[in-house]
């Protein structure tokens, strides 16, 4: 008898801490998608002081707030992993364009351009608090024209250990890796092996690379292979950046693009890519002209294109490159912001060339972009690429999906649409309309494999122990408003968006919480 109220005993005093728990959210009755990949099952998700403390079939336990979310969809937060925030992130930190998309965390510092004193970066974050969390690479472009300027030249050996010390401090101080934009000034200078240099720099602290390769069309099976020989030669993951292949010469040629992606991984190579769901980019206007004409800074380039002779050398290699990609006009090239006239925004180039009064021809609509980029340049929308090549990429299992974009302001220029409706693109369209892959699969891939590549261990899945990060859709209605014609429009279906246990959105409405934190790579843990 005695050992049976030992036991009785015992097993209250087990109990007793699951009837005491209280939680500070509670969401019941949800189709749990945990972002593992596997199938959905439903149940509760228990939250408390940021964290997820349970998942399944709750009996135990009060909240102080409970959500009933049967009919909905519940997965970890989306980690968009290709942005560009820097900027207003300081003036929007709502991010309303990424929560209303389902993005708890984004990775920024993409295509070599960053901000190079982290530690400030990070301190500036801190104090300002945004919606999303924020984790960064430290950029190439950056580091260079910090330590060299805009020159075309290789580095001298003290410049090339400058740019190195340079990348190491930024990995001490939380960056998540080291990314390149190989097509922009001044990244398009450099030589393999400066990037090699650098990247090894990064490698110390178990950083990423990731690239904005230095060609997406005739070229690009030679820049796929740079990006992976970089990885190689530096032992460190790879991440190729807004994988596509471009212009009507190259569509189709995505398949032996992923063979080699594929084939490296078999090696032992790990590569990954990242994808935005359109066909179309957004960049800035200056890619048009020959990379040589921005040698030197804004100084040089005015002086080169008030020069005759230069100015015409570089129209001439302009209207060849444009011959090259089969197109007869810069019609394909739609402005999206320029600050030296705004009536220009939603136009493509032919017609901002006719409104300039000029004759429809592309020698002069040549002409009326070098007078634009003279003027301060112009951030742009490229129609470049093929629908089956899109959906190719997107059936890639070691694929994510990210905006390129960054924080927008509401209202503001005729931005790409990707900045508002990438993961609702997704998960509409290609998901529950054209069944391009599955809903848990495209799940993995917003969350937890982009927090597995890029080290963010605590986010990514609906596990207990891992911060609360969280959205709720409804995967009937979820899709994309935003348009090209009509940017500005956030997307559908996305009831609630968690951020460390805040509800930022709630009944489809930005509480105007800021409850994001800074993500800190790995070099953080080590350097301290």
């Known amino acids: 008898m005695r050992s049976f109220f030992l036991f009785l005993s015992a097993f209250v005093l087990s ?17 749990i998608i945990d972002g593992s990949g596997n199938s959905w099952f439903y149940g509760d998700v228990a939250i408390r002081d940021g964290k997820i403390v349970a998942v399944g079939k709750l009996s135990a336990g009060e909240a102080r707030k409970v959500l009933d979310v049967k009919g909905l969809v519940v997965a970890p937060g989306f980690i968009d992993v290709h942005t560009h925030i820097e900027g207003n992130d300081l003036t929007v930190p709502t991010a309303g364009n990424f929560i209303y998309d389902g993005v708890t965390s984004v990775v920024t510092g993409n295509c070599g351009s960053s901000n190079t004193e982290l530690a400030r970066y990070f301190g500036q974050l801190d104090s300002v608090k945004t919606s999303v969390n924020v984790a960064t690479l430290i950029g190439h472009n950056s580091v260079r024209r910090a330590v060299m300027g805009d020159t075309q030249r290789d580095p001298s050996p003290e410049e090339q250990k400058k740019m190195e010390a340079l990348v190491e401090q930024a990995m001490k101080d939380g960056a998540v890796g080291f990314s ?38 005739d070229h690009v099976t030679q820049a796929i292979e740079e990006a992976i020989n970089i990885g190689r030669q530096a032992h460190m993951p790879v991440e190729i950046s807004h994988f596509k292949v471009t212009y009507k010469p190259n569509w189709g040629r995505s398949a032996s693009t992923l063979a080699q992606v594929e084939q490296a991984r078999r090696e032992g190579v790990d590569v990954t890519v990242d994808q935005y769901p359109y066909v179309a980019s957004s960049t800035s206007l200056n890619t048009v002209l020959p990379t040589w004409a921005f040698s030197g800074g804004t100084d040089s380039l005015h002086y080169r294109l008030n020069n005759a002779a230069i100015h015409q050398k570089i129209k001439t290699e302009m209207l060849a490159i444009l011959k090259g ?38 020698a002069e609509e040549a002409e009326t972009i070098l007078e634009m980029v003279d003027k301060g340049g112009a951030q742009m929308v490229f129609f470049s690429m093929n629908e089956d090549d899109l959906k190719n990429i997107m059936k890639y299992p070691f694929n994510m999906f990210a905006s390129d974009a960054g924080i927008i302001r509401f209202g503001s220029g005729v931005p790409h649409p990707r900045g508002y409706g990438t993961n609702a693109r997704v998960l509409g369209r290609y998901v529950r ?96």
């Open 15 to 31: 109990v007793a801490p699951l009837a005491a728990q209280t939680y500070d959210l509670l969401l019941t009755g949800g189709k």
């Open 180 to 217: 390149t934009g190989l097509i922009y000034v001044p990244g398009t200078y450099s030589k393999t092996p400066e990037v090699i240099g650098l990247a090894k720099a990064a490698s110390l602290y178990n950083g990423v690379y990731a690239s904005h390769i230095r060609d997406e069309g």
């Open 325 to 362: 990609k089969q197109l007869k006009s810069y019609s394909y090239a739609v402005v999206a912001r320029y600050s030296a006239d705004t009536l220009m925004n939603g136009k493509n180039i032919s017609e901002v060339n006719l409104a300039k009064g000029r004759r429809a021809k592309a």
């Open 433 to 528: 309309d054209q069944k391009v892959i599955p809903l848990e699969e495209a799940v993995r891939r917003m969350t937890s494999l982009p927090a597995q590549k890029f080290q963010l261990r605590d986010r990514g899945l609906v596990r207990e122990g891992m911060a609360a990060d969280l959205v709720v859709f409804d995967e009937k209605t979820v899709g994309d408003e935003s348009t090209f014609a009509k940017p500005h429009v956030y997307s559908n279906g996305f009831r609630y968006v968690i951020v460390n246990g805040q509800l930022v959105v709630e009944e489809g409405k930005h509480t105007g919480t800021r409850s994001g934190v800074v993500l800190h790579g790995p070099g953080f843990v080590v350097a301290r």
